[in-house]
């Protein structure tokens, strides 16, 4: 079983910053990918950004230039660095990671979410 910790959600006013961690741990082989959805209320989960193992990385439009995700593979941990937030960014944001838990064997794994509220 592979689990995926979240930190760093808040409250924070409009043009303020915020950074989310997301650490995998359990029977893991390697990670292929690591990313961030979100989920506001009403609206679909939808892709913030992800990179892969060999950094590759892909933003949704909403969010380039204003947010920057990063990795530690030694510590199979994913980062996102969101500046100039926005009212339209609060969301219940989740962590993803597509993870081969033995050799050939893949499985996309979620975090439990965390609130990020942007609001003065």
């Known amino acids: 079983q592979v689990q995926l910790v979240e930190s760093g959600g808040g409250l924070v006013q409009p043009g303020g910053s915020l950074r989310l961690s997301c650490a995998a741990s359990?029977?893991?082989?390697?990670?292929?990918?690591m990313g961030w959805y979100r989920q506001a209320p009403g609206k679909q989960r939808e892709l913030v950004a992800a990179?892969?193992?060999?950094?590759?990385?892909n933003y949704a439009d909403s969010v380039k230039g204003r947010f920057t995700i990063s990795r530690d593979n030694a510590k199979n941990t994913v980062y996102l660095q969101m500046n100039s937030l926005k009212p339209e960014d609060t969301a219940v944001y989740y962590c993803?990671?597509?993870?081969?838990?033995?050799?050939?064997?893949?499985?996309?794994?979620w975090g439990q979410g965390t609130q990020v509220t942007v609001s003065s």
């Open positions: 990179v892969t193992s060999g950094g590759s990385i």
């Open positions: 993803n990671a597509y993870v081969e838990y033995s050799v050939r064997h893949y499985h996309n794994f």
């Open positions: 359990g029977s893991i082989f390697s990670i292929n990918s």
